[in-house]
């Protein structure tokens, strides 16, 4: 009678650590990936950061570049003055990030304000008392709204700036 008893039991405890085997399989699996996406949601804020800071400082191109250092692709860019956008995928992974390119000098590209035209729209915003309705500013020359150019015009001198083309100006004496 014994006998059966602890084989009954045994009957018992076998299909329960086989189910127990069974959930800790699935659980590992489940964790691994959560882990793993985890893991891509990560490098897919690494690499829109880095594109990001490239995009900033060396526009499209460079915010392409990096992305594909990084094993990503850019799925949307969008540039803003100094502040560039960046839309990341990576494999299932999307994440955004935005960078400032700050000052000039080193990190400027060709057909930023050049120094000496930042200055005098800074100075055109103290004679206004806001800044200009400016369109475009490209090396020493800066283009204006009708109105903004309106405005400015009358003082634009003491601003720095000489009216050059309709509704443009530059940067006085730089020819």
Known sequence: MRARARNSERAQVVPL???????AGLAMIALGHLGGGAVERAEARRAADAAALAGA???RVGAD????????????YDESGHDAEVVVHYGQARAIARARRDGGGIGTRPGDP??????????????LGHKPHVVR??????????DGYAELE?????????????NQMRVCGAD
């Not at 009358?154 to 309709?166: F, Q, V």
């Open 17 to 23: 650590l086989a189910a127990v085997v069974v959930f």
């Open 65 to 76: 570049r990096l992305a594909d250092a990084n094993n990503a692709t850019v799925a949307g």
């Open 57 to 59: 400082a060396e526009g």
């Open 137 to 146: 500013a490209h090396d020493l020359v800066v283009d204006l709204t009708a």
């Open 114 to 127: 050049a120094p000496a035209l930042r200055a005098a729209l800074a100075r055109a915003a103290q004679i």
């Open 154 to 166: 009358p003082r634009a001198a003491e601003a720095g700036l000489c009216p050059s083309a309709p």
